[in-house]
């Protein structure tokens, strides 16, 4: 029995069913209104499974549901699926984006005509998504990570006479497939040396010694991931689908889809390969440096050079994949694991939102037809300040400056850097922080400095992305104040995984 009342213990599946059903939900009501969409309708049903998977994470979060005091991890069908603090503290981040990007989709898909698929293929996703964290096995991880990948593909490509979406769906699609298959290729040799392929039982044959067709799995293994959240060189797909996504898609997959990604890669790294265990044959903590300190120097560098700000948002959120492999690739023995473990988790969670709030504001300018480049947002503040003042937010938070929860995620990021004595990582940060604030301020400047060209014109207030963008901008002010609830929940949940 679980620690949260007279349960029984697969109802600490709860985030995901409820997002799992109402999918389902949406497919039923799409039939009974076949041919007249019911924005409403789809977009109720979608926001209240989305708020329901919220309210069940964050309880079984702060009840402890999973945790040391509770009596350890809730391990369900023989071991394959586990929710702990981690599972929860990712589930919570998910299904946060999750309302966050069903909000606005109610004036965002105003003229889709396929507006309860795309409401679905969402919360098809984030059950994948969920589910990646909940994972105990590597058969039940490959299947929830599919689950999280195939709608996602879809979701890039669902602007069907738009070639952007298309072409990104189409690379997307092609570059997962090959990952996946990589990723596969790997859990397979991982299941030759050990012959097993649920986590505890692989841990305990490596005990066993490590060769080199093990050794070769877990590379494999790392470059599969490394693909899932978009890491260089891994990183070639992200920048196409979020500039073709759909506004609300692209804050989608670069926010909730990283979190699932790095949660599996978390789990798999430091807890089934344990680096005392594999560094004679695989040292994967020196690999996590150098894909690190590469990814954020490549893609920050590359945002610099970009005109249209939703590729530059994208170069961007690859640039935080590598502030968040700190996590990793600081684990060195020489600091607190759980200490570093759980400064890159809740790096993502305050990431989830300043960075969801800043794609929210590209769909708010789609939907009002301002262009993408640069130049195309000159003077808007003028007629939308409010809007301009929550990106101005987003982006200063994502530089790190002490103007929301970003610039504590990112100064616990060093000290866990530092504390580790690997001062590349630190020195990398620092750099690559400054050098994100010359093309953040570039977008700033455009808003609110130069003039508004003649035909700029908002003649819209959308209720559902004004009230998204505002509740991204509040939560990205109070992780300031609040940030010490927030890093203690991930502390206590990587406990669990790492000392």
């Known amino acids: 029995m679980t620690d949260f009342g007279t349960l029984p213990d697969w109802a600490a599946l709860g985030p995901a069913l409820a997002l799992g059903f109402t999918a389902l939900a949406l497919f039923v009501a799409d039939m009974v209104y ?61 299904t946060s984006v999750v309302v966050l990007v069903t909000l ?5 898909l105003v003229d889709h005509p396929h507006q309860a698929e795309i409401y679905s293929l969402t919360l098809l996703a984030a059950t994948g998504m969920v589910m990646v964290g909940m ?102 797909w992200a920048p196409e689908a979020y500039e073709g996504a759909p506004g609300p898609v692209s804050a989608f997959i670069s926010s909730a889809s990283k979190a699932a990604g790095f949660v599996i890669l978390f789990r798999v790294f430091v807890d089934v390969f344990p680096y005392e ?4 044959t695989v040292d994967w903590v020196m690999a996590f440096q150098a894909i690190a300190i590469v990814t954020m120097t490549v893609a920050n560098f590359a945002a610099l050079r970009q ?70 947002f000159n003077g808007l503040a003028t007629q939308a300040p409010f809007a301009c003042g929550a990106m101005t937010l987003f982006l200063l938070s994502l530089a790190g400056l002490p103007i929301g929860g970003g610039f504590f995620s990112k100064l616990y990021l060093l000290i866990a850097s530092v504390r580790a004595d690997v001062a590349l990582l630190a020195v990398a940060l ?8 010359f093309y953040y301020t570039r977008v700033i400047k455009a808003m609110w400095v130069e003039d508004p060209s003649d035909d700029l014109e908002i003649e819209s207030q959308p209720v559902g992305l004004y009230t998204a963008l505002a509740l991204a901008a509040l939560v990205t002010v109070l992780l300031l104040p609040g940030f010490g609830i927030a890093v203690e929940f991930a502390n206590t949940a990587a406990k669990l995984v790492v000392p």
């Open 307 to 376: 005109e249209k700000v939703k590729r530059m948002l994208a170069y961007s959120s690859v640039g935080h994949a590598g502030y968040v492999l700190i996590a990793v690739a600081a684990l060195t023995g020489e600091a607190s694991g759980a200490f570093v473990l759980g400064s890159g988790m809740v790096h993502l969670m305050v990431y989830a939102f300043m960075n969801t709030g800043a794609f929210l504001f590209i769909a708010l300018a789609e939907h009002w037809g301002i262009g993408r480049r640069i130049e195309d």
């Open 277 to 280: 265990v594999v560094e004679g």
């Open 34 to 94: 076949p041919k007249r969409p019911q924005r409403e309708l789809f977009a109720g049903i979608s926001v209240t499974g989305g708020l329901a998977g919220l309210a069940l994470s964050v309880w079984y979060l702060v009840a402890g549901t999973g945790q040391a005091e509770s009596g350890g991890a809730i391990q369900l069908f023989e071991g394959t699926l586990v929710v702990d603090g981690m599972s929860l503290f990712f589930a919570t981040i998910v």
């Open 430 to 437: 620092v750099l690559n922080s400054v050098v994100s604030l």
């Open 104 to 108: 606005a989709s109610y004036d965002y």
């Open 135 to 236: 994972s105990n096995s590597f058969v039940t991880a490959f299947i929830a990570i599919e689950l999280s990948s195939l709608p996602s593909y879809a979701l890039v490509a669902s602007l069907k006479e738009n070639r952007g979406s298309i072409e990104g769906g189409l690379k997307y699609f092609l570059i997962g497939a090959l990952s996946s298959a990589i990723l596969a290729y790997g859990i397979s040799l991982v299941y030759v040396s050990t012959g097993s392929l649920q986590f505890g039982a692989v841990t305990e044959a490596l005990s066993g010694g490590v060769g080199g067709i093990l050794g070769l799995g877990i590379v494999m293994i790392l470059a599969g991931f490394g693909f899932k959240i978009a890491a260089v060189p891994f990183h070639f």
